[in-house]
Nanobody
């Protein structure tokens, strides 16, 4: 499966952005999906997870309550709605897909559980 992320940009603190990740090449509903981010000089960090059906979601502690992950399997797309953005949210955001994750949270938050990655989209939040 190929993943294409988009929707990043430069915004001020407190603003909102919605990232999209479009999948192609396979039946997207067969894959769980995750969002990760990586800031310069830091390791890739778990942001959000959504199960194949969309019925289970998990969030990283720093984004819980501000970000919402959703998916539309008919459109082969996963979304990340980001509200109340902070400068520390600045990073390259990556979407990822896995055919191996059910709803196990320990797997959902690990980069190693994902088989397919998008190219990343830059989000910059100014103070």
């Amino acid at each position: 499966v190929q993943l294409q992320a988009s929707g990043g940009g430069l915004v001020q603190a407190g603003a909102s952005l919605r990232l999209s990740c479009v999948a192609s090449g396979s039946t997207f509903s067969s894959y769980a999906a995750g969002w990760f981010r990586q800031a310069p000089g830091k390791e890739r960090e778990f942001v959000a997870f959504i199960s194949r059906s969309g019925g289970t979601t998990y969030y990283g502690g720093s984004v819980k309550g501000r970000f919402t992950v959703s998916r539309d399997n008919a459109k082969n797309t996963v979304y990340l709605q980001m509200n109340s953005l902070k400068p520390e949210d600045t990073a390259v955001y990556y979407c990822a897909a896995s055919g191996r994750i059910g709803t196990a949270q320990a797997l959902a938050v690990s980069t190693r559980a994902y088989d397919y990655w998008g190219q990343g989209t830059q989000v910059t939040v100014s103070s």
